[in-house]
């Protein structure tokens, strides 16, 4: 009997040792946006019971590929609904996983909205551009979260900036993600320079569009290529450059 | 007549008697069965990752990775639970415990001996595992980036570049590594805990169904002792049974970092030291405990 209660009273005696060191590490993770999800009844009801039990085990990132795979599959049949539920609950699995947000954007933003649009059991156009719309709006809602969770990253800032660009035709906003892409370590070259392009189809933005620009073309030969020269040549028109500041026209 | 006594000083520890047990618990369990199958199921999966990858074009070497440390993460546990359950009930009922230990023999020597025979077999095992997952990585890397220069060989070299590196930066890293380490230290916690859990069973179906519940109970414990701590409205009984959970069980949700070192993020090598450390430690208690309860079994 004293050796049980002695037992017990040293089970618990580590466990107090072990708890502030078990604390530290646990913030150290929380610091460093680890564990990002939250286990709780809503994540249980949107992946079901057993794969919140694998996801508590330590395998959320299997059962991440696996809706992942099952969402492919709905894609491949044009499931829509079924693809979008299937990414909700992969990104809420992995939500540091770039692609996974990046892909659900695009699933959204350029195949289930052009479905939509050319739907036709929906003979309304006005009722099929409202659905495009939707999932345009999916589509950024998704960019925007996953960039909630990976500020750091520069590709989810290029994704909503083409998104933007392409769907929604709003330069501004395209030049402004650019841009933030173009600012964060590890974004590939060109986005710097997508920032500037878009902002050169901006109305009232023309100047600041051809100092970037130039910027841009003053940096060397690597820069200087054809949509470069081109936009910067329709500035210089629009904005009366004076000849001697103009870029050569051997380069038009 | 004179008689030459020789005296043979008993030494109280020795290295020695704990390698012999180490080896011939290692033997023992290669022995078995359950080990190969298990073994060749992981190793199989590794090897078919490949496959189930090429199911998701741009993903692949993320599911790549996730299936391989996840195969290596379960065949890990697995085998330190199962493998550790059966060894004390086994030795009482084959009565090779009395033999060894109508030895001289102390029994903290027997429980190190039979505790470091799983982990030599864990560590032969994830070793087999990582060259195995490093060599499907590898040979699927090379792959894609002889894919990558033959379809963009006329794109501009700024562009051909972001490609390669892309491919490189997702494929074989070195960040793995520490992954697979955790890996290897959380099987080592489970397997001290499950030596510990199975000096007072009787039987290793017991001990294996009371280790099916603390895993997934300490994967929960970082839940409870925040909520422990943090909540002040929760009630008296509430409050209690969250402390019990939190100071009894370890917590196995610190040594998951594979989630996140699968999809990129770098495991700081001050954090990588707190979490060994922290599995070394969880280690030593559960062996001394599984100690003290074996010192007072009655054999």
Known sequence: MTRVVLLLAMVLAFGVMKLPAERALFMQHRQLRFRGVEFNLDLRQQIGQLGFIAALSGFRSIVADIFFIQAHVAWERTEWGRVFFLFRQVTTLQPHAILFWDMAAWHMGWNASVAALNDRTQPRLALRIKAQREYFALAKDLLQRGIENNPEKPQLYESLARLYKDKYKDHARASEFFAKAAALPGAPRYVKRFSAYELSYCEDREREAYERLRQLYDMGEDERLPTLITRLKFLEDKLNIPQDRRIPDTER | ?299
């Open chain 2, 1 to 299: 007549m004179q008689v030459e006594i020789i005296e043979t000083h008993h030494r109280p520890f020795s290295l020695a008697r704990v390698s012999a047990i180490t080896l011939n618990t290692l033997t023992e369990l290669t022995r078995q069965k359950v080990f190969y199958i298990l073994l060749i199921f992981a190793l199989l999966l590794i090897g078919s990752s490949i496959f189930m990858a090429r199911l998701s074009f741009q993903h692949e070497f993320q599911i790549l990775k996730d299936v391989s440390l996840g195969a290596m993460s379960i065949f890990t546990s697995l085998l330190a639970i199962i493998a550790t359950a059966r060894l004390i009930p086994q030795d009482t009922e084959d009565r090779t415990v009395y033999t060894i230990l109508a030895k001289p023999v102390p029994r903290l020597e027997y429980i190190l001996g039979r505790l470091a025979g799983v982990l030599l077999l864990l560590a032969i095992s994830i070793l087999l595992m990582t060259a195995m997952f490093m060599a499907v990585l590898y040979t699927r890397e090379q792959t894609v980036l002889h894919e990558t220069l033959r379809q963009m060989a006329a794109a501009p070299r700024e562009q051909l570049d972001d490609a390669l590196r892309g491919v490189r930066s997702s494929a074989l890293n070195v960040d793995l590594l520490p992954g697979i380490a955790i890996i290897y230290l959380k099987a080592c916690l489970l397997t001290a805990l499950t030596l510990f859990v199975s000096t007072f069973a009787t039987t290793n179906i017991f001990t294996i169904a009371v280790m099916v519940f603390i895993y997934f109970i300490g994967h929960l414990q970082a839940t409870a002792r925040e909520y422990w701590l943090q909540e002040t409205n929760a009630s008296l009984i509430a409050r209690i049974f969250l402390a019990v959970v939190a100071l009894i069980f370890p917590d196995l949700q610190a040594f998951n970092l594979i989630d996140d070192i699968v999809v990129g993020a770098a495991i700081p090598l001050g954090l990588f030291a707190k979490t060994a450390l922290l599995g070394i430690f969880y280690t030593t208690i559960y062996t001394l405990l599984a100690a003290f309860v074996f010192q007072g079994k009655e054999l």
